[in-house]
């Protein structure tokens, strides 16, 4: 059985945060959609100047084209013992697309995230992004001067220093355009995953480390099993697996 983790939930409610955190400590690669379109905005590639308009006004990419990246990345050597899937699916087609790449693959345990959309709009128009390791910061809490040490000290962010930005679909015209189309196109879909033995709500107004352990307790209680199980249960499914280094090709 592979640890299979999709993170549900609306702009700002946590899941990037959230996944990547589960995805470290667990041994299974976070697959964020809006991180590799945002890479590829930044790289200047074919895909990003597709998308690159669409974001910044904070609609969804075509179906087609974000189902097809999300085939590729989990077909990939380190996705065999599992996945935290943070941004996708978003729609009924790419839920129904996500049903079908995993069929072989076990379980896969839906968590959605509930917080208040004002909480949501606070927290996105406070969040600042290190341009080179992609740390988040949030500008009203932490102090300018603190910023630095809440990055992940990449190479560059040691030598240089982080360089902290605003998201460019940050705005708050644009966050309230997201939770629209959030509203209309992904809640309808969340409803579908609802009625799952797999599905999970956990409470996305706590403190991080409180949403972690919620995170943690309600993926175990999906899967019948406790949360000290989890991690084992990848070792085992990669044992005897090679997985090339980052950044090799992949054939
Ligand atoms: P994407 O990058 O997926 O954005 P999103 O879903 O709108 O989510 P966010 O990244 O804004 O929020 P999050 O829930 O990850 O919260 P985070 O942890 O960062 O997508 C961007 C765009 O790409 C889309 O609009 C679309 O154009 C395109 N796209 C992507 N996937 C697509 C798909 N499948 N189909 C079509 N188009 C697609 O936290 C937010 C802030 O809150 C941070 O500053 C964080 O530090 C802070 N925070 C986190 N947890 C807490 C807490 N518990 N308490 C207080 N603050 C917290």
Not at 207 to 234: I, N
Request: hydrophobic share 40%; with cysteine.
């Amino acid at each position: 059985m592979s640890l299979n983790l999709v993170m549900l939930g609306p702009p700002g409610a946590g899941k990037g945060t959230q996944a990547e955190r589960f995805a470290r400590e667990h041994g299974i690669p976070k697959v964020s959609t809006g991180d590799i379109l945002r890479e590829a905005v930044h790289s200047g590639s074919d895909l990003g100047r597709q998308v690159e308009k669409l974001m910044g006004r904070g609609e969804l990419v075509g179906d087609d084209l974000i189902i097809g990246i999300v085939r590729e990345r989990l077909s990939r050597p380190d996705a065999v013992a599992g996945f935290v899937l943070d941004g996708f699916p978003r729609t009924a087609t790419q839920a129904a697309a996500l049903d079908e790449i995993t069929r072989e693959r076990g379980p896969v345990i839906c968590v959605e995230i509930q917080v208040p959309d004002e909480e949501l709009v606070r927290r996105v128009r406070a969040r600042r992004v290190c341009e080179d390791c992609g740390a988040n910061a949030d500008a009203f809490v932490h102090q300018a001067e603190a910023l630095p040490d809440l990055c992940q000290n990449t190479d560059r962010c040691r030598t240089i220093g982080p360089k902290w930005v605003a998201r460019s679909d940050d705005s708050e015209a644009v966050v309230r355009e997201r939770l629209k189309i959030y509203w209309r196109d992904t809640r309808p879909m969340i409803d579908y995953y609802s009625a799952r033995p797999t599905f999970r709500r956990i409470d996305g107004l706590q403190k991080p480390e409180q949403v972690r352990e919620a995170l943690v307790s309600a993926v175990a209680a999906a899967l019948g099993m406790p949360a000290s199980q989890l991690r084992s249960m990848v070792k085992k499914k990669l044992s005897g697996v090679v997985i090339p280094p980052r950044g090799a090709r992949q054939g």
